[in-house]
């Protein structure tokens, strides 16, 4: 039995499925960290092809950063942050690896993207709360991606209430990405610790930590989760950002839902979504809107990431 091979490469690790059954959903998932620089991507493949064990009749790759038309890449700064990505063909990396199979590239985000448009959804944005932040907006089943493909960069967009000691991963200070992302709450959780040092000290997150250069997501999710009145500030001040990018999607192009993604959404689960819908609600018209119910968190995300991807691929050939 052939079947296609859906691959998620992510700023930390990259994920695979291998079929089981015939059914998509049942995949082992596999999973091993991201190569660190586009040199060694084609080992990676090589990895990744060894372990599936037969020719798959496609390759669906999720990539982490925008993929224009034909497949062209600019930069991918959650995964490697340092290259210039316009010289780099991924389409005949994989190629090489690959030779007799069809091959699909989509932006990381569009693979939850294409999830949710096989269940029928038609208006929603996805926020991919990971690494980085990304985002994916739809309007009438259509991915709106601009042009020249630009759109879906919402972690790059600058926002006053970002402490300008944090950094993105792109490099630049004020975006999004440094503050609203997994690896942006764990930076402004140790920047705000140092400012607060007894109230850390006081905290059950100080209790688990330590000490600020010590404070992990893992540390940051416990703390949330058990109730922590520290921790549960820093996750509402960190996620005030992008509660006002969705406010400014919700009343530019009417999105109602907000798909929320990514490693760091799915360990806070229903922790996550009043802290945007507190920034939000506040940044809008609210006419009667139900911020609450517009953020929502999507259970075991690898899985639905790998199955989008599946279905993409089936679309497309
Ligand atoms: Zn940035």
């Given amino acids: ?69 034909d497949c062209a890449l600019t930069q991918a700064c959650t995964l490697w942050p340092d290259e210039d990505l316009r010289d780099f063909d991924v389409m005949q990396e994989i190629r090489t690896v690959f030779p007799r199979t069809d091959i699909h590239v989509i932006n990381d985000v569009s ?30 089943g259509i991915e709106i991606n601009g042009p020249t493909a630009r759109g879906g960069e919402i972690g790059h967009w600058r926002d006053p209430g970002v402490p300008a000691e944090l950094r993105c991963d792109c490099g630049e200070t004020g975006h999004i ?25 006081h905290s059950a997150l100080g209790r688990i930590a330590g000490a600020p250069a010590d404070i992990t997501t893992h540390a940051l999710v416990t703390a949330i989760r058990g109730g922590d009145a520290f921790a549960r500030d820093i996750l509402y001040d960190a996620m005030a950002p992008l509660g006002r990018a969705a406010a400014l999607l919700h009343v530019a192009i009417g999105c109602e839902r907000f798909y929320l993604v990514g490693g760091f959404a799915e360990a806070l689960m229903s922790d996550l979504p009043p802290a945007l819908a507190a920034s939000a609600a506040v940044h809008c018209w609210q006419q009667h809107f139900d911020w609450t119910s517009a953020f929502r968190v999507i259970e075991d995300e690898v899985r639905t990431s790998l199955l989008g991807l599946q279905y993409h691929a089936r679309r497309a050939s």
């Fill in 111 to 140: 693979a939850y993207g294409s999830f949710l448009l096989e269940r029928g959804e038609t208006d929603f944005c996805v926020l991919n709360i990971g690494s980085g932040v990304g985002s994916k907006t739809y309007a009438n």
């Fill in 177 to 201: 990405g440094a503050i609203s992302s997994g690896r942006g709450v764990q930076r402004f959780a140790a920047w705000r610790a140092r400012r607060d040092a007894e109230g850390f000290a």
């Fill in 1 to 69: 039995m052939t079947a296609s091979l859906p691959i998620n490469l992510g700023g930390t690790s990259v994920k695979w499925g291998i079929p089981v059954h015939r059914a998509p959903a049942d995949m082992d998932i596999r999973s091993m960290r991201s190569p660190r620089s586009s040199g060694e991507f084609q080992a990676m493949l090589r990895h990744i092809k060894q372990d599936f064990g037969t020719t798959p009749d496609a390759v669906a790759m999720g990539f982490p950063g925008p993929v224009g038309a």
